[in-house]
């Protein structure tokens, strides 16, 4: 394993202070590809994290690859997301000292003990530019709003998604562009932030930067079905309606929708660049 880095926190109005040597103990809350490809970066590192919290649910059944690859050892040290409401669990998180919570493409929301079972707090992977589209749906909303679209690490508060801002990135748009092709590019994106951020993370130089939570927006899942609805007697301009269509193409998942003669069809897009030899044509 490699020398324990020298480190120190820093909350917004406290000064840092770097006395203390020590490897920073981790506790990883790890789902999905995003979550694979966190845990390989610190097993490749030679930082492994103190402990894994893995998702029940094994979305893509990718579990097994996150404990191969995140270099963890003893199953003493890997949870699972059933648990976590079980006293037993918390106890045995709390008694690891850890330094700090990283929620990877985590799924759920933690509330309550589980925010405080780290000394520095828990820092979230979220897929928008904060404050925009805090919530659900991020990559429909992006398109449909035309709000700036990026990725974010931020601290876990009480509220959803209104936590302080400790690093984001934009992520450019195009009109080929999809709600499959946001998504794809959210997860990409958010990863190499957080290997770009690790250094200031391991060393405890993390940013608090406050939301200012009324220039952005917020979305409920119940949103999405009626928000996806295209009325066929209501006036739409050809961006609108185009930018409704490929937010809500992402096969398998359902398209835009409409009802004519009390049948319910569903509609996506397909939107290609033409390049400047077939324009000429």
């Known amino acids: 394993m490699r020398a324990a880095a020298i480190w120190a926190f820093s909350r917004a109005g406290q000064s840092c202070d770097t006395q203390t040597i020590k490897l920073m103990k981790i506790a990883l809350f790890a ?7 966190v845990a390989r970066f610190l097993g490749a590192e030679g930082e492994p994290p103190a402990c894994l919290i893995l998702d029940s649910h094994d979305p893509g059944g990718l579990n097994a690859q996150i404990v191969e690859g995140s270099g963890i050892a003893g199953a003493g040290a890997i949870f699972s997301s059933d648990s976590l409401g079980e006293p037993r669990t918390l106890e045995a998180l709390r008694g690891l000292g850890l330094d700090l919570a990283i929620l990877a493409w985590w799924p759920y929301i933690i509330k309550g003990e589980l925010i405080s079972i780290s000394r520095l707090g828990c820092l979230n992977f979220h897929p928008s530019y904060l404050p925009y589209n805090r919530g659900k749906h ?32 934009r992520v450019e748009t195009t009109w080929e562009d999809t709600g499959a092709t946001l998504y794809h590019k959210a997860q990409q994106e958010i990863v190499r932030l957080f290997k ?20 952005g927006s917020f979305h409920f899942a119940r949103e999405l079905e009626e928000a996806s609805r295209i009325a066929l007697d209501k006036t739409y301009t050809a961006r609108d309606l185009l930018n409704l269509l490929r937010a809500r193409t992402f096969p398998p998942h359902p ?19 033409i390049d400047d030899e077939r324009q000429d044509g």
């Open 138 to 169: 991020y990559n429909f909303w992006a398109l449909v709003e035309g709000a700036p679209f990026g990725v974010t690490l931020n601290w876990v508060g009480d509220g959803v998604d209104c936590g302080d801002i400790a690093f984001q990135s």
């Open 196 to 215: 770009e951020s690790y250094p200031a993370i391991k060393g405890g130089n993390i940013p608090r930067v406050p939301q200012d939570l009324e220039c």
């Open 255 to 273: 398209g835009a929708w409409f009802v004519d003669g009390g049948k319910k069809y569903e509609v996506r897009v397909e939107i290609k660049k």
């Open 31 to 37: 789902s999905n590809a995003v979550g694979r490809e």
